[in-house]
């Protein structure tokens, strides 16, 4: 289970408030206008943005003063994240070794996660030479490789059409099966095609999670607002 407790962070003008569960293996999507901090709630459970207050668990541990490496958790950014002068197979090593330093073994894990997103074969390539969406199946296959169990998506897929966009969430529904997965989003369909539970952030405060179909189907204030619905 994710915990946050009475998680707060003050950026000038900005605060965020969260203080909710959600349970081991569930997908929850977090929607809201732009501005209202769902990346910066991400941030915060990553590790790359230190809260001015509150607790993060996982699972019964406090993982708040843990660096970002050293969470349970991969982060999967909207830009993909993939470095542009290594190749595909180097960018999915980098979750086997930081150095590059791969053995035989690596090797051979580094190419099996490629196939099982699809990207068998194109391990020498740079990620130029990539489509949007092979671009976002690489970043899949190294987040695959990292075997966290926590995996914070945001936004990953923005930038792709529909079609590869219900693809990219289909891939990501059925190879993170079982782990925890929180995925910022501007579009309800995303949520409403994979996400468990759904968050609400508005006014400052990451609201508790609802059942994603309950959600929709009776809207609160705030996202009937964000839905455009009177």
């Not at 969260?18 to 081991?24: I, K, L, M, N, R």
């Not at 945001?154 to 782990?179: H, I, N, Q, T, Y």
């Not at 204030?221 to 839905?227: S, T």
């Amino acid at each position: 289970m994710l915990t946050l407790e009475n998680l707060t962070i003050e950026q000038g003008a900005f605060r965020l408030k969260a203080d909710w569960s959600v349970p081991e293996g569930s997908v929850t999507a977090i929607v809201g206008p732009s501005g209202g901090g769902k990346s910066t709630l991400l941030s915060m459970i990553g590790g790359y943005f230190s809260p001015t207050s509150g607790r993060i668990f996982w699972k019964e541990a406090d993982i708040g003063a843990l660096p970002p490496g050293k969470r349970p958790v991969s982060t999967l950014f909207q830009d993909n994240n993939l470095f542009p002068h290594l190749t595909v197979a180097q960018n999915v090593g980098l979750a086997l070794r930081p150095d590059l330093r791969l053995g035989v073994g690596e090797n051979e894990q580094v190419e099996a996660a490629l196939a099982e997103v699809g990207l068998g074969g194109f391990g020498a390539r740079k990620p130029g030479t990539l489509s949007g969406g092979q671009a976002s199946r690489a970043a899949l296959a190294r987040v695959l490789l990292q075997s966290r169990p926590l995996i914070l998506l945001d936004e990953p897929f923005s930038a792709l059409g529909p079609a590869m966009r219900r693809e990219m969430l289909e891939l990501v529904a059925e190879k993170l099966k079982g782990r925890t997965v929180l995925m910022v989003t501007h579009d309800p369909e995303d949520a409403k095609q994979i996400a468990d539970l759904l968050v609400m952030v508005d006014g400052g405060v990451a609201n508790a999670p609802v059942a994603t179909s309950k959600a929709f189907a009776r809207p609160g204030p705030a996202l009937a607002a964000y839905l455009g619905r009177k």
